[in-house]
């Protein structure tokens, strides 16, 4: 197969997406790895680049920017283009974004440990960073508009409200939460500072990886269960509280500052009002698969997604319970937070963009080069992410209640150390599962022959959609 560095070929941007994203899931993984063997050992590394407060944040954008969102885009590329039943808009414009996409994280990862950062959490790339990812997705952007525009199947299914929302939601938190008109420092000041941020820093996950996710697992669920979606009315339920509750639930990370207490009362009461539409994605999705539960240990690509959708409902009903004042002044600052975050991003998100990923892979070239190793890869990836969510949890438990209870934070050093010596144990299952994900990709790629245009937009177009685009929607 010989390379070419745009490839206009249909497919090939969200091929390229997919793939690039798996091997961001090793390499953020690696460091991941590397900055967790540093809390126990913290004299392995004696390079002051590859200490943990400069190699942390590379750890979190690259698994965020990088592996999570190249592959969550690559497989909603290709979600539209099959809901649409018309290929992407623009393949060279899409392939540009992929390859400006890629050398924006060449740049952080170079960036970062060398002292060049923002130090906002999930921003710290710098200004000329920042402006070549919103131009990628804003050349997304577009691409989608326009494939939408040109679609030949006239119902808007559920799948492209999700992209329709995160691409535009983005475009908006990304300007507005990296302060771009602040080209200098990235900032603002004071206590106003620290709400723009984590109004960015939230919406991060809220606007941009859990909708194109959610717009995934309603893309492959009704498919690979060979069933139709439950509701079409439940999943508009789920769509539009949830972009009016999430917008602004970030300021309830602001405990003990001096933020405003209105605006503190929105984002807890907002926080509790999420439950509505996460449980109405739920009951969609689950509904969904009424007498076909059995089709899950048959379909790798249903077994990532359905994970990933139990690891919704634990980490959305956490991410509640973590937004009430009472709980927080104890989990906050802790690894209750940590593990939190890990379930949400590598978890639920992870799931569904490993799962959609293989889904498309599988698609395009027919098969998966071995089902073995993928059904190899779930389980080590669910006995790390469960591992590392309980020991992080239970740490960051007995860190607040320490806390609370006036000891100081040396003295309870010694007692968290075998938990974190068992954290790094758990990340070893993820990275090695995140190994075989990108193997497994490659030699699907290599090995297998790519379908034709005519396979995926022609004659095959009747399985291009859900079973809920023929009329056989349960409502």
Not at 61 to 82: E, W
Not at 153 to 172: K, P
Not at 235 to 262: D, M, N, R
Not at 432 to 455: C, D, P
């Amino acid at each position: 197969m010989a390379f070419r560095f745009i490839d206009t070929t249909p497919g090939s941007t969200a091929r390229r997406f997919v793939i690039s994203g798996a091997w961001w899931f090793v390499a953020g993984g690696v460091v991941g790895l590397t900055a967790a063997t540093e809390l126990v050992a913290p004299d392995l590394i004696g390079a002051r680049v590859l200490i943990f407060p400069r190699i942390r944040p590379v750890h979190v954008n690259t698994i965020v920017f990088f592996f999570l969102s190249m592959m969550l885009i690559g497989a909603m590329l290709y979600a539209v283009c099959r809901l649409a039943r018309r290929p992407l808009y623009s393949e060279k414009m899409g392939n540009v974004a992929m390859w400006i996409w890629n050398f924006s994280v060449l740049a952080g990862l170079l960036t970062i440990p060398a002292g060049f950062t923002t130090s906002h959490e999930y921003g710290e790339y710098v200004f000329p960073i920042s402006v070549a990812i919103i131009v990628a997705i804003f050349m997304l952007t577009i691409n989608v508009f326009q494939t939408l525009a040109r679609r030949a199947e006239q119902l808007l299914y559920v799948t492209n409200w999700y992209a329709v929302g995160a691409f535009t939601a983005t475009l908006i938190v990304f300007f507005f939460g990296k302060v771009m008109w602040h080209p200098k420092t990235s900032a603002m000041v004071g206590i106003n500072d620290a709400e723009w941020a984590w109004f960015y820093g939230h919406n991060v996950f809220g606007t941009w990886i859990t909708p194109l996710a959610l717009g995934l697992a309603y893309f492959w669920v009704p498919r690979e269960a060979d069933n139709p979606l439950y509701s079409h009315a439940i999943s508009l339920l789920g769509f539009w509280p949830y972009f009016a509750f999430y917008l602004q639930v970030g300021t309830h990370h602001l405990i003990e500052a001096p933020a405003q207490p209105w605006l503190k009362l929105i984002a807890e009461v907002n926080s509790v009002g999420l439950l509505i539409p996460v449980y109405a994605f739920l009951t969609n999705q689950w509904m969904t698969l009424r007498g076909r539960w059995w089709k899950i240990p048959d379909s790798v690509v249903l077994k990532f997604i359905f994970a990933g959708t139990i690891m919704y409902f634990f980490t959305s009903s956490e991410g509640t319970i973590e937004a009430l004042p009472s709980f927080e002044r104890i989990a906050h600052f802790t690894n209750v937070t940590v593990g939190h975050a890990h379930l949400g991003l590598l978890g639920f998100a992870g799931f569904i963009a490993c799962g959609a990923g293989y889904g498309v892979l599988r698609e395009m070239y027919g098969e998966i080069w071995s089902e073995r190793l993928a059904q190899l890869q779930y389980w080590l990836m669910l006995i790390g992410i469960i591992g590392f969510t309980f020991v992080l949890t239970s740490v960051g438990l007995l860190q607040g209640l320490a806390w609370r209870n006036g000891e100081t934070v040396y003295r309870v050093l010694p007692e968290i150390f075998s938990y974190y010596v068992e954290r790094g144990v758990f990340g070893c299952f993820i990275l090695t599962g995140a190994g075989i994900q990108v193997y497994n990709f490659l030699k699907t790629v290599y090995a297998r022959r790519r379908r034709s245009e005519e396979e995926f937009f022609g004659l095959e177009r009747a399985a291009a959609a859900p079973a809920a685009l023929t009329g056989m929607a349960g409502d």
